[in-house]
């Protein structure tokens, strides 16, 4: 009853493995760097991955809507479960701009997978609270400035961890089948006090700045980043400077039973880490 794990590396599939380890729970990591290969852009490659599986969790590919046909094969190999990474607002219209195939990716991907002959859970977390220590806001963090299109608004940060416990209860539990579970930390936090928090949890000197959509284009392209690119990042911050990304929402609590963790918990543990050492 193996379980298939995508993104076995990546910050929720890694935080997964440890908690499917503890619980002894098989499962085989399929990523491009696993000990069986994975690649979401090598049709060829999913086949032996799936190989005596009979659930799977899909941290999707956004660059491109290989969703779809990864459940096709998937159930004619026998797979009868499928939690899928989905991101919050993928029904929200105008979320992000039209043209940005991650979004796409992820409502391409939800389309395919509810009505497919599967148990199935969807998990649509919002912005992971670990962008700032392993993801792509870590590099301004350790540059001292996060600059940013954000304006003053907030996004409630949810801990990949969270994400990750959410993930193992619908593998592993009957309940969840059937479930959306939209995930989003306990409280909004603006882009200056993550900065402040940051700050104070790692004792570095970091300080947010605004920076207006079609400036930082400009200064990423400069900076030598293809200029898809550079729209692409500075586009995903758009609904936060919108206020769009700030609602609380239940999914932890509903699929776990307790609250979610609070920002400040999280810089805390990842500055004890040594995540901005
Ligand atoms: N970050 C956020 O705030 C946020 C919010 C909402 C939703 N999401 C969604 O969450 C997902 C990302 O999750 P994450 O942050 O855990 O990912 P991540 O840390 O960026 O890791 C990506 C994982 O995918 C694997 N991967 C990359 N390209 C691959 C390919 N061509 N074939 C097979 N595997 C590949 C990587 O492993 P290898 O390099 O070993 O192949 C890695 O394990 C995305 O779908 C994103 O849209 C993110």
Do not use: C
């Amino acid at each position: 009853m193996t379980i298939l794990l995508t993104g076995a590396t990546g910050k929720v599939g890694r935080r997964v493995a440890a908690r499917l380890d503890d619980l002894r729970v098989p499962f085989r990591p399929a990523s491009r760097t696993s000990a069986t290969p994975f690649d979401w852009t090598d049709e060829t490659s999913w086949p032996a991955a799936l190989d005596g599986v009979r659930s799977a969790f899909v941290v999707p590919y956004d660059a491109a809507p290989v969703t779809r046909p990864f459940v096709d094969v998937a159930i004619k190999s026998g797979v009868e479960r499928i939690v899928l990474l989905s991101g919050r607002g993928v029904d929200v219209p105008d979320y992000l701009p039209p043209h940005l195939m991650e979004g796409n990716a992820h409502i391409d991907g939800e389309a395919a997978l509810r009505p497919a002959a599967v148990e199935w859970t969807i998990l649509r977390p919002g912005w992971f609270a670990q962008n700032f220590s392993e993801g792509f806001f870590r590099d301004s963090v350790l540059a001292g400035e996060l600059r940013l299109p954000a304006g003053d608004g907030a996004a409630s940060y949810v801990d990949a961890d969270d994400i990750a416990a959410v993930a193992v209860a619908a593998l592993t539990e009957d309940r969840h089948v059937g479930q959306t579970y939209e995930l989003s930390g306990p409280r909004a936090v603006t882009m200056a006090e993550a900065a402040a928090e940051i700050a104070a949890a790692s004792g570095r000197d970091v300080r947010y700045t605004h920076v207006d959509h079609d400036d930082l284009v400009r200064e990423l392209v400069n900076d030598g980043w293809p200029a898809a690119d550079a729209d692409e990042y500075v586009s995903l911050i758009g609904p936060i400077r919108r206020g769009i990304d700030a609602h609380l929402s239940d999914g932890v609590e509903r699929a776990l039973g307790r609250p979610p963790r609070d920002f400040r918990d999280v810089v805390r543990e990842a500055a004890a880490a040594g995540a901005w050492s």
